[in-house]
Antibody, heavy 117, light 110 residues
């Protein structure tokens, strides 16, 4: 069974940085596009970033461009999200999800990021 | 990229049907046959229940069905059961490896 496990969340001050990681349990991580999706407390889902199978293509939602960087290590079956210049509005549960144009078919359990002084 | 528009809530009695709409634009819902739907229980991760407008992943009951007309997609839950009480989100590919989600609909089983 494919599993995704996020880590790295926590409390950070505005302007600070965090690095999230998502570990995949199966070899089928390789060859798939991966995304980060977030959900602010009591709010809906928001797609944040996407990376293709070899990391050569990356896309971001406008609100995080220039602040967040998505990357992957296929050898370690790991997806990463470097978050810099964090703002209060970045407070959310961050999910990694395996996906394609068709759908996000596998989700992790999420990791909470709180940006507050 | 604006969120797709969903009604905030929907409800029905056990055994009835409930339909949830998801309205976008020609740049997302209307432009691609890649609408998907997700079910989310409180405190849990979303779960894929419909992909490519109307296809169901293995294990998803056939009570869940999807359709699309122009810029509006719909999810119908037939034979409503207590376990269907959850939040439902639509999503669409929006071109150039961008994606957009709907605002979410809370389904209540009366």
């Amino acid at each position: 069974e494919v599993q995704l496990v996020e880590s790295g969340g926590g409390l950070v001050q505005p302007g600070g940085s965090l690095r999230l990681a998502c570990a995949a349990s199966a070899s089928i991580f390789n060859g798939y596009r991966m995304s980060w999706v977030r959900q602010a407390p009591g709010k809906g889902l928001e797609w944040v970033a996407d990376i293709n199978f070899d990391g050569s293509e990356k896309k971001y939602v406008e609100s995080v461009k220039g602040r967040f960087t998505v990357s992957r290590d296929n050898a370690k079956k790991s997806l990463l999200l470097q978050m810099d210049s964090l703002r209060a509005e970045d407070t959310a549960i961050y999910y990694c999800a395996r996906g394609s144009q068709s759908a996000f078919d596998t989700w992790g359990q999420g990791t909470m990021v709180t940006v507050s002084s | 990229q604006s969120a797709l528009t969903q009604p905030p809530s929907a409800s029905g009695s056990p055994g009835q049907s409930v339909a949830i709409s998801c309205t976008g634009t020609s740049s997302d819902v209307g432009g691609y046959n890649t609408v998907s739907w997700y079910q989310q229980y409180p405190g849990e991760a979303p779960k894929l229940i419909i992909y490519e407008v109307s296809k169901r992943p293995s294990g998803v009951p056939n009570r869940f069905s999807g359709s699309k007309s122009d810029n509006t997609a719909s999810l119908t839950v037939s034979g409503l059961q207590a376990e269907d009480e959850a939040d439902y989100y639509c999503s669409s590919y929006a071109g150039s490896n961008n994606y957009v989600f709907g605002s979410g609909t809370q389904v209540t089983v009366l």
